[in-house]
């Protein structure tokens, strides 16, 4: 009987555990994404510090630089489901990227945002 309980235990832990797998640690990859990218279209790597071509799907962290130049347009689309376009000619820094929260500093050129996200959250640009 109590092989039997023994291996009705790890039968019950082993189902537990594919039952409910652990957190794929998803989220940490960035709380925004490039999601349009038309023209050259550079970011500059918080981690690097070095400019690179941007690509569509790449992920934001914070102290990532966008710089859309003359002739280009690009879009930014957060976790929570908000849409921000670049114009041409606009350089954008982000700030901070929070669960609800995320804040820009707009250097220069245009930002058009369409805020409609799945839950509350704020967006704040810093403009000089």
Request: proline share 5%.
């Amino acid at each position: 009987m109590r092989a039997w309980a023994k291996g009705f235990g790890w039968i019950s832990v082993v189902g537990a555990l594919l039952l409910f797998p652990p957190d794929s640690g998803a989220e940490s990859l960035g709380a925004s994404r490039v999601s349009l990218i038309q023209g050259d279209v550079q970011v500059k790597i918080a981690e690097t510090g070095e400019w690179a071509p941007a690509s569509v799907n790449m992920p934001l962290i914070e102290g990532d630089e966008l710089w859309v130049p003359e002739g280009s347009r690009a879009a930014i689309q957060t976790n929570n489901g908000s849409h921000i376009r670049l114009g041409a000619d606009t350089a954008l820094q982000v700030l901070r990227m929070d669960r609800d929260s995320y804040q820009f500093h707009l250097a220069q050129g245009d930002v058009y945002v369409l805020n409609r996200p799945l839950r509350r959250s704020t967006l704040q640009f810093d403009t000089p």
